[in-house]
């Protein structure tokens, strides 16, 4: 029955966001109705002890992130920037090859270490333009920025700094490069097959007539200005960020050693703040990053961005407050359902897979599913199941950078369903629901998710890691 709760709990709220409703609301109906079912007299103290404290901290943590993120990419927009860093493309790869170009793209941003959601605000406004000119249907910028940002750059390419390929290190004693033959395999069967599955959704659109669209919602702005930059110029915020973002994440941690504590007043002798630099390094790395982006479109673009700065940047922090709640919701939503019995029995359920790879697979990317949230599966899976993940590899002869690789990949996996946070705030960010859109969201998700089973014949098939 507990198992039922959870489960249930889970489909309305994909049921709910699928429909349009806003998750903000029904996150915290979904989860506070499985601990009415499960202990009601939980349900006052699950809401402000862990609902409502996840949430809080996940805006804490990212909000900022979430406004400079959505500053960037207004700037970018209104700065004519997009229009240019699309007019060099097309130049470049011919109008055909849209989909690939912003795939490359969010690639690229993603893989330089910066946030997914970042990616999704400053990628936008030229995917926008590009598919305009190009006369491609808008709901399919979705799917093409998720394969760009959301799956092989994510968590398969060894290096990769996002989070997703960070925390199976403290786990495995590995390093962000973990098993580089199979996460170079996997990232070129996910590129390869998402690339051909958007590629036919372009082409059916074509044969019916169907271009880019009209009466839609969150398009670009017009540029006002009188001559669009060089294409090398527009670029430059773009590569500006990923630099930045890299140098920063070495360059923090030396400045502020371990921990860092100031007294918060004057007056009075408060109790001094102490920061734990290591959990936040990444984030202020990011929030730096963003701002030395932003000041760059400033100093190209001074005279088109003051015109709509102000009508700018308000739209654009009304979209990241938006954005930044959804996601917090969803985090608050994933602890709640977490601390339920019926996850356990979905836990243990998953331990009787006999196959060490397939049982970390499936573990992490249905938990990854349960939760929303990549990250956040994969650390509940991680933290409950490791050592019999261990134990069972070494007994299987299986190195833990291959235990590495499938438990990063598989996170990615199944996480992306229509109560995700990163889908949510996609969606948000381009005006386009779950009916227009989700559908190819959800097949780069299946093909994202074949190829960590792609990956674990290889090794089996090969040895190779």
């Known amino acids: 029955m507990s198992f039922l709760i959870v489960l249930a709990a889970l489909c309305f709220l994909m049921f709910v966001a699928y429909r349009g409703y806003s998750v903000i609301l029904f996150a915290p109906i979904a989860a506070l109705g499985a601990v009415l079912l499960t202990d009601p007299s939980l349900v006052a103290p699950m809401f402000t002890g862990l609902f409502m404290d996840k949430m809080v901290g996940f805006l804490k943590l990212y909000f900022p992130v979430f406004l400079l993120g959505a500053v960037f990419g207004k700037l970018i927009e209104i700065s004519g920037f997009s229009k240019a860093i699309v007019a060099g493309t097309i130049r470049l790869v011919g109008r055909q090859r849209a989909m690939l170009s912003i795939v490359l793209v969010c690639a690229l941003l993603t893989y ?35 394969l760009g940002a959301f799956t092989f750059t994510m968590d398969a390419l060894p290096g990769t700094p996002q989070i997703q390929n960070i925390i199976p290190t403290s786990f495995f004693g590995t390093t962000a490069w973990a098993a580089p033959v199979l996460g170079v395999v996997g990232a070129v069967f996910i590129l390869l097959l998402g690339l051909s599955y958007l590629e036919w959704r372009r082409r059916v659109a074509l044969r019916v007539g169907e271009g880019y669209g009209g009466e839609l919602r969150n398009e670009p702005e017009p540029f006002r200005g009188d001559k669009l930059a060089h294409p090398l110029i527009a670029l430059l915020p773009l590569v500006l960020v990923g630099v930045a973002n890299f140098l920063l994440g070495r360059w923090i941690p030396g400045w502020y050693g371990e921990s860092h504590a100031f007294v918060p007043a004057v007056i009075g002798n408060p109790a001094p703040v102490t920061q734990e630099v290591s959990k936040v390094a990444a984030i202020w790395a990011v929030q730096g990053a963003l ?28 979209g990241a407050l938006l954005a930044s709640m959804n996601t917090a919701s969803e985090y608050g939503f994933g602890a709640v359902i977490a ?36 990250s956040g599966g994969m650390s509940i899976a991680l933290a409950a199941m490791a050592e019999s993940f261990i134990a069972n590899a070494q007994a299987a002869g299986i190195p833990m950078e291959v235990l590495h690789r499938v438990a990063s990949m598989a996170s990615g996996g199944m996480d992306t369903l229509p109560h995700n946070g990163a889908v949510i705030t996609l969606l948000a960010v381009t005006g386009l629901s779950h009916r227009q859109s989700y559908k190819d969201i959800f097949a780069i998700t299946v093909i994202k998710t074949l190829a960590v089973f792609v990956v674990i014949g290889l090794f089996y098939a090969t040895g190779w890691v």
């Open 112 to 146: 330089g270490g910066v946030s997914l959601f970042v990616v999704v605000f400053a990628v936008y406004p030229f995917a926008a333009e590009m598919f305009r000119q190009s006369d491609i249907p808008k709901r399919l910028i979705p799917g093409t920025i998720a």
């Open 291 to 318: 701002l030395i982006g932003i000041a760059s479109v400033l100093l190209f673009a001074w005279k088109p961005v003051v015109a709509s700065f102000a009508e700018g940047t308000r739209n654009a922090i009304g």
């Open 339 to 374: 601390a339920l019995p019926g996850f356990l029995v979905v836990a243990n359920a998953l331990q009787a897979i006999p196959n060490p790879l397939v049982n970390e697979a499936i573990s992490v990317t249905a938990l990854a599913g349960i939760t929303g949230s990549a």
